[in-house]
Nanobody, 125 residues
Framework: QIQLVESGGGLVQAGGSLRLSCTIS????????VGWFRRAPGKEREFVGA?????????YIPDSVKDRFTISRDSAKNQVYLQMNSLKPDDSAIYYC?????????????????WGQGTQVTVSS
C-alpha cells in the first residue's frame, strides 16, 4: 500500500510562490500516477494536476491553473512537487496529493486509491 505525506504549505502573500512536496513510501506499484487536489472551505475538492511516475513523467494540468502551476517529480527522493506561482487568495485551500496504480490521468477523486492528510495553503491579499 502506498503512503503519501504532503508538506510545504503555509502563508504567502498574493503574487507569491509556494512549492508543495508529496513524499511517497511503501510503494508496491511499478507504474502509478500522483495527482494533486485542493479543497477550499465550502467548496468541492478540485483537481489541480497529475503526473505519471515513469521515465519522462508526463503531466496533466487543467486549464484553470496551467498558466501558474506545474508538477514535477524527483524519483531519487520519492517526491512529487506542485509548484504554484502568482498565487491568489482564491488559491487558499487544503492541498492533497493522491495516487492510483494506473498509468492514466483522471481528474476524478474517486479514481484515486491512496491519499495524504493534506497541507494548508493560505494566500493573503
Amino acid at each position: 500500500q502506498i503512503q503519501l505525506v504532503e508538506s510545504g504549505g503555509g502563508l504567502v502573500q498574493a503574487g507569491g510562490s509556494l512549492r508543495l512536496s508529496c513524499t511517497i513510501s511503501g510503494r508496491a506499484w511499478n507504474s502509478f500516477t500522483v495527482g494533486w487536489f485542493r479543497r477550499a472551505p465550502g467548496k468541492e475538492r478540485e483537481f489541480v494536476g497529475a503526473i505519471r511516475w515513469i521515465i519522462g513523467g508526463s503531466t496533466y494540468i487543467p486549464d484553470s491553473v496551467k498558466d501558474r502551476f506545474t508538477i514535477s517529480r524527483d524519483s531519487a527522493k520519492n517526491q512529487v512537487y506542485l509548484q504554484m506561482n502568482s498565487l491568489k487568495p482564491d488559491d487558499s485551500a487544503i492541498y492533497y496529493c493522491a495516487a492510483h496504480n494506473r498509468p492514466t490521468f483522471t481528474d476524478e477523486q474517486g479514481g484515486y486509491d491512496s491519499w495524504g492528510q493534506g497541507t494548508q495553503v493560505t494566500v493573503s491579499s
